[in-house]
């Protein structure tokens, strides 16, 4: 079945959609100069880490992602502040045309999505155990933060992937959003993070650690954000996955060119306010983008400080796979540009079996407290589970 993938880049106003493939390939293609010829999109799932540093991972992905899938798309369509283009071969623009009209009356004819009961892959009690054995790793020095996650889960017969992203896009304004289709696999994610972005040889990473709900008011709004802003707990947080990325630059960055431009900004979103950092620096001759998605894969902020350690404690605690929760999805473009995402609030979805599930997690540090933590997952779940069933 042809593959498929939407990405929105909100502080671009741009957003593409790839339909179909002419080529499928682990890794997009560059050329000589480190520039793509066409346009490539595709995920690296968070075990591709095992590929790339001496890790392993000891659970099977419920969902069987590949590890590194990318293909050259039959068709890209993009809006952008300059329009709305199709780019396709002129032979195939009459195929092309009648796809994108399919879609538009199917996404006319949304009207919500059904109630969805969801159970949690463990209990709380299991959780704040697991939080403190980790905990316990941090006071006696082994790493400095962790990111554990959780999953909620469920099966639902009549599932649509489509009207349910429609559902989420829209109450979820996710500044990063993307959806993809591979055969029965369907990821709607609805990411406030962005991973890296690329324009030239230039590479912006933006980490995203700490996390406040909105107010139901204004004067809770206000006070729950500068909460966020001025948090130690959360800042430190913050700060070891700014200085884990900009490491990871550092690999692949023209010497001394890696800077923080940004360090503790608060975004707010529909349903949450989270804390960003802004991370930027040069590519050095002889390095492709990808080569700089690998150095810095997994995301800084979905793994922890040391990373190598934090992802072998990770893969001890938790239950199950992350899958392609963790991992990242975006897009490499002809122009030189290019976005990826981290995987967070994202449903996956297999239309064979039924099986949804919605992971979240959170940061552990010396400072923080498991059953804040715990309640953070929730927060983040709820923020995708109340969307879901908001009604149209």
């Known amino acids: 079945m042809a593959p ?17 493939s002419v080529e499928e390939a682990e890794e997009p293609r560059f050329d000589a100069a480190g520039r793509v010829t066409d346009w490539w999109f595709g995920h690296l799932g968070y075990g591709y880490k095992d590929r790339l540093e001496d890790v392993r991972s000891r659970s ?14 039959k068709w890209v369509v993009e809006w952008s502040k300059a329009g709305t283009f199709l780019h396709v071969h002129e032979a195939e623009r009459a195929e092309a045309l009648a796809w994108a009209q399919k879609l538009v009356a199917h996404s006319a004819e949304t009207t919500g999505v059904n109630a969805i009961e969801w159970l949690c892959s463990i209990p709380r009690s299991q ?33 649509d992937p489509y009207r349910a992203f429609d559902v989420l896009l829209s109450e979820t304004q996710a500044p990063f959003a993307g959806f993809m289709k591979i055969g029965d696999r369907y990821a709607l994610c ?13 590479m912006i990473g933006e980490p995203m650690k700490g996390t406040r709900p909105r107010g139901t008011d204004e004067a809770e709004d206000t006070r729950l954000s500068n909460e966020l802003a001025n948090d130690p707990k959360e800042r430190s947080e913050n700060v070891m996955a700014v200085d884990v990325m900009r490491n990871d630059f550092s690999r692949v960055a023209v010497p001394g060119s890696v800077h923080v431009p940004e360090l503790f900004g608060v975004r ?24 700089a998605v690998k150095a810095a894969f997994p995301p800084a902020s979905m793994t922890g400080a040391p990373k190598i350690s934090a992802m072998k404690l990770i ?9 392609l929760y963790s991992g990242t999805m975006g897009y490499f473009a002809p122009d030189g540009t290019a976005d990826l995402n981290v995987v967070i609030r994202t449903v996956l ?28 997952c929730l927060v983040k779940f709820n923020s995708i589970a109340h969307a879901l069933a908001a009604p149209r």
């Not at 609805?190 to 890296?196: L, N």
């Open 60 to 73: 099977a992905d419920a969902f069987d992602w590949p590890l590194s899938y990318w293909f050259r798309p």
């Open 268 to 291: 707010t979103h529909p349903r949450v306010h989270q804390m960003v950092s802004v991370i930027e620096g040069r590519l050095a001759n002889g390095h492709s983008p990808f080569d």
């Open 127 to 159: 959780y704040l155990t697991d939080a403190s054995q980790l905990l316990r790793r941090i006071q006696r020095g082994d790493i400095y933060e962790v990111n554990y996650c959780i999953a909620h889960e469920a099966v639902q017969e009549g599932f």
């Open 349 to 376: 979805f297999d239309r064979a079996t039924g099986r949804l599930s919605i992971p979240t997690g959170s940061a552990l540090t010396a400072q923080c407290d498991p059953e804040a933590e715990w309640e953070e």
């Open 4 to 20: 498929l993938m939407y990405r929105f880049v909100a502080d671009q106003q741009r957003a593409v959609l790839g339909i179909g």
């Open 315 to 323: 893969d001890e605690a938790e239950g199950q796979a992350r899958g």
């Open 190 to 202: 609805c990411s406030p993070e962005r991973f890296i972005a690329f324009d030239g040889d230039r």
